[in-house]
């Protein structure tokens, strides 16, 4: 059965969506397989810090850390009182298999240490084996507790998986604030520290980070829609496209290439057709990728760099289409329903995230390059969009709500963790990067 996220309190899922999806389909898109390990993470030894400021910005924020970050299950129930070797055989029994011990310190000039160590509990006990799998120092202010909490969940990810986590990146979106007026946002992974990007008190959309951190984005603030953004890293903000005068019809989804070099675009005509082109930011020489009567938008580069996902309705409704980097070997990707669009192709580069309208409102679905299939991610009324995947390829964000009430959520790919980022409607186009 595919698997499916209710969205909205009291709602139902609709039967002839579920008769429309694959039935009989069993759903495996787990980015990684295996028994959860159980982590325990008692309350911090804390000096010079207060207990409450400790508690707040460091250890809440790292028991909420590993408990999302997929292969950790966190022990909360029946823990002893001490952490020394002599209760070992306690926190074992309470199902831990690594305990986290952190001291908070201040030093004289008033930064903040944090010393963590872990230890395998369960092989101290039969002394078997190395018994501190983990240990690692971290300074700095005490307004970066959550930076540094962040850091450590990220560390122990990198510890057991090989790969880090992403308890430190960040979402860059579009936030309405007024009618007319949107600017580009950007906060942390779990939805603190919310911070603007723009403040051109104008419509400004379409937001594209590169993997260096640099942002490029579609402004209304002259007028016409131009394609602004980041040259350098951390330079001025500056017009990309077009690169002098103006262009015939508009331009809009700019997406940077893996390589930073290049920003795949969409641009306009006054036919009301749209294709796809690719500007080398450096040079501002432009390339046509599509040509055809049609609407070809919404391009999405693959992790390499050579091909591009992109919708089109060239057959009719839009579909999800891929190409080569130079626009040859256009072949279709999706053919079940009449509405696909938004393809994001994650960060390994088999599967492509993209939505498909049924009734009214766009559902989650990932296409399975190796299965050559596509599985159902959300089901409900309200209506889900954008995605973008994690760094780690374990979830995905998206905007989801009623219209003009829209806000970012999180869902693992089972679609049986949905989390809610933000607490304020006016959210579109999530780009979720470790680059910021």
């Not at 029946?78 to 002599?86: E, H, K």
């Amino acid at each position: 059965m595919i698997s499916r996220v209710i969205l909205g309190l009291g709602m139902m899922f609709a039967p002839a969506a579920w008769a429309r999806a694959q039935q009989g389909q069993e759903v495996v898109l787990e980015a990684s397989a295996g028994a959860k390990l159980g982590i325990a993470v008692p309350r911090p030894q804390v000096s010079g810090i207060a207990e409450a400021k400790a508690s707040a910005d460091f250890h809440q924020v790292l028991v909420k850390d590993l408990d999302e970050a997929g292969p950790f299950a966190v022990i909360r129930s029946g823990q002893p009182s001490g952490t020394d070797p002599a209760s070992y055989k306690g926190w074992a029994d309470a199902g831990t298999e690594w305990l986290v011990t952190t001291t908070l310190t201040r030093a004289g000039d008033g930064s903040v240490e944090v010393v963590a160590q872990v230890v395998d509990v369960k092989a101290a006990q039969d002394k078997k084996a190395r018994t501190a799998v983990f240990s690692k120092r971290y300074t700095g202010k005490e307004a970066a507790l959550r930076r540094m909490a962040h850091k450590l969940s990220d560390d122990l990810m990198a510890r057991l998986t090989g790969q880090p986590g992403v308890a430190s990146t960040s979402v860059v979106f579009v936030r309405q604030l007024s009618p007319g007026i949107k600017e580009i946002f950007q906060m942390d992974r779990d939805g603190a520290n919310l911070v603007p990007i723009t403040n051109y008190k104008s419509l400004t959309i379409s937001p594209t980070v590169a993997p260096d951190g640099r942002v490029a984005y579609v402004t209304y603030k002259g007028g016409a829609p131009e394609i602004w953004g980041q040259r350098t890293v951390g330079g001025p903000h500056v017009r990309l496209y077009p690169v002098s005068g103006k262009v015939d019809g508009h331009c809009f989804c700019p997406v940077w290439s893996p390589d930073g070099k290049r920003l795949a675009l969409v641009q306009g005509d006054r036919r009301g057709n749209t294709d796809i082109v690719v500007l080398d930011v450096a040079t501002g020489r432009v390339r046509r990728l599509t040509d055809s009567n049609c609407i070809n938008t919404d391009p999405s580069w693959n992790p390499a760099g050579t091909q591009l996902a992109f919708t089109s309705d060239r057959e009719g409704g839009p579909q999800i289409y891929l190409m080569e980097e130079d626009g040859s070997n256009v072949r279709r990707l999706t053919r079940e329903g009449n509405y696909n669009g938004s393809p994001a192709w994650s960060p390994s580069g088999t599967m492509v995230a993209y939505v498909s309208r049924f009734e009214g409102k766009f559902d989650l679905f990932v296409y399975k390059l190796g299965d050559g299939k596509s599985y159902q991610i959300t089901t409900g009324v309200a209506s889900s969009e954008s995605p973008s995947w994690s760094p780690d390829e374990r979830r995905i964000v998206f905007t989801s709500g009623s219209r003009g009430g829209m806000q970012l959520y999180t869902t693992d790919l089972s679609g049986n963790t949905l989390r809610k980022l933000t607490a304020f409607d006016g959210c579109q186009s999530p780009k979720w990067t470790r680059s910021r």
